[in-house]
């Protein structure tokens, strides 16, 4: 019997039995040494609990396999509740049914837990690949743990690959059960971990990401993604003073509001998404002080902001009552915004003299905006650079014909 803790690792098994031996194998064959796998299947419809409950009976002091009740299907937030109850190690780790470890993932994460005791939870990078394994070119996940307000960066941009992490299990009984019926429950469990516990980041890839078309969080349409992060925005909204942590303070419920008024706004839905703008002010009235803040939280988002419609839609419907200084420079942004946003468009449909006429007036309005590296390279190319691309695009297309002998 080991004497180092144990780590729990807990797999949500929903209709992966082509990937779930390799994701069991990945955990069989950590570097670390004393490791419980707790397998939860969600009532699939393929031979998944079957083969999980093999390794169950091969493995018996390390698998152990549970389903809910009549083998129904209740969705991953349940499901993973459940995956925590039954688990009873120091640490506490998921892995989807279709993703894999890397060999000594635990053991880096462990050691470093065991080395920061100030440390809640670990996170980091995972590798895409494949549905044979074979490495594709993306990676996911980047260090907000030094931001700081890592809370809010998580807010605008879930940058934690769930399966990378490692917590001490007295983190989640603290934070609670995954929210149900959640599809983006995990964003929103990351955000309440970081309001209330330490996190720290390992820059090294710590999980590789299976790519199979079948994966329920790659490929989602637009508007249902949109809709499913508005679900989490509000969670986050309704449950604060449950959630805790910096969670309730109102800088924290401002941006969180700020990010439901512009979720709102790409949904179309104009009418709530201007009530939500006017309650960001009434949550967080020293916001008014802070122009600098308000027009970063416009801009940093995972969202396609860029458009002229957005920054324009915002100016007209800021409160009315806003502090002069407040609105002269916000107005100013938002303008220069809007005309970036218009020169970047009319640079992707190759007009070349509007892109430059709209750029130069976007500088104009606001001088801030020969800092903004995607416009001023665009001019650039509009002013001194279209005739040499123009020259460099045809000597391409020589090189390539004379590779193929044309």
């Keep these: 019997m080991s004497n180092e803790p144990k780590v729990s690792v ?8 082509q990937f779930l031996p390799a994701a069991i194998e990945s955990v069989l064959a950590q570097t670390y040494p004393n490791v419980e796998l707790v397998i939860v299947d969600d009532g699939s419809s393929d031979n998944s609990f079957e083969i999980a409950s093999s390794y169950a009976a091969k ?17 991953i937030s349940m499901t993973v509740n459940e995956g925590f109850k039954k688990s009873t190690g120091e640490f506490f780790s998921g892995l989807p049914s279709d993703d894999v470890l890397m060999p000594d993932k635990l053991e880096k994460q462990v050691r470093y837990l065991q080395s920061h005791p ?4 670990i996170y980091g990078k995972v590798q895409c690949v494949d549905d044979k394994e074979n490495p594709l070119p993306e990676t996911f996940g980047h260090d907000v743990s030094n931001d700081p307000r890592p809370v809010e960066r998580l807010i605008i941009d879930n940058a934690v690959p769930g399966m990378s992490v490692l917590a001490r299990r007295e983190c989640f009984e603290r934070v609670g059960d995954h929210t149900p019926d959640l599809l983006y429950s995990d964003w929103e469990f990351w955000i309440r971990m970081a309001s209330q ?3 720290a980041f390992m820059d090294r890839k710590l999980v590789k990401f299976r790519f199979h078309g079948h994966n329920t969080s790659v490929g989602v349409a637009r508007d249902k993604a949109l809709t499913r992060g508005l679900e989490v925005l509000s969670s986050l909204r309704r449950n ?7 969670l309730t303070a109102p800088r924290t419920q401002a941006l969180i509001e700020c990010q ?5 706004f790409f949904l179309g839905r104009l009418e709530e998404s201007s009530r939500s703008l006017l309650s960001v002010f009434e949550i967080y009235p020293a916001l008014q002080d802070e122009p600098e803040v308000f027009e970063a939280w416009l801009r940093a988002t995972s969202l396609n902001a860029a458009m002229p419609e957005y920054y324009r839609w915002t100016l007209e419907q800021l ?5 002069t200084d407040f609105r002269l420079k916000i107005t100013k942004r938002l303008k220069g915004l809007a005309l970036s946003a218009q020169a970047l468009s009319s640079y992707k449909l190759g007009d070349l003299q509007k892109t430059r006429r709209l750029a130069f007036q976007s500088i104009r309005e606001d001088p801030v905006r020969l800092s903004d590296r995607a416009l001023m390279t665009v001019l650039i190319e509009t002013l001194v650079g279209s005739p040499l691309m123009r020259m460099a695009r045809q000597l391409k297309q020589q090189m390539v014909g004379k590779q193929n002998g044309i």
């Design 118 to 121: 100030d440390v809640g939870w």
């Design 240 to 246: 604060q003073h449950v959630f805790a942590g910096e």
């Design 319 to 323: 409160p009315t009552d806003l502090k």
């Design 10 to 17: 807990f797999i949500p098994s929903y209709n992966h039995a």
């Design 260 to 264: 439901r008024y512009r979720y709102l």
């Design 59 to 75: 493995y018996p002091t390390i698998v152990r396999v549970f389903t809910h009740p009549n083998r129904a299907n209740l969705g």
């Design 197 to 199: 516990f330490k996190m």
